[in-house]
């Protein structure tokens, strides 16, 4: 679940909430010089955080709409983050979760986490 940062009144709740320990409280108000800004913000993704929010990964939101990758995934210079469709049978995610050993951090609370580690 995304965090909506127009809503958020800072309580924390939802970090006390989180088993997996995603969700960071912003303490400072952000000191991003004007000509780093990126004009082009996404409402539920790469905008500016005002101090006193709840903040977490939304995999690039804005960035996985228009059928690219997460910026994470995309910078890796090691390959080692995939993303993709579980839906798609034929998709690498899919291929990964078939063929090596995987795991979910936590999946015993049966929150179905969709993040898998995986070995060779």
Known sequence: MVVDYDWCIGCR???????????????????????EINLNQH??????RRKGVMEKCTFC??????????ACVDACPTGARVFGNLLDPNSEIRWILEH?????????LGTEPKFWYYMD
């Open 13 to 35: 709740y939802c970090q006390a909430a989180c088993p997996y320990d995603g969700r960071r409280f912003n303490w400072r108000t952000p000191h991003v010089p004007v000509d």
């Open 100 to 108: 090596k050993k995987v795991f979910r951090l936590k999946e015993d």
């Open 61 to 70: 939101i804005q960035r996985v709409r228009q059928g690219r990758l997460p």
């Open 43 to 48: 409402y539920l993704g790469n905008r500016l």
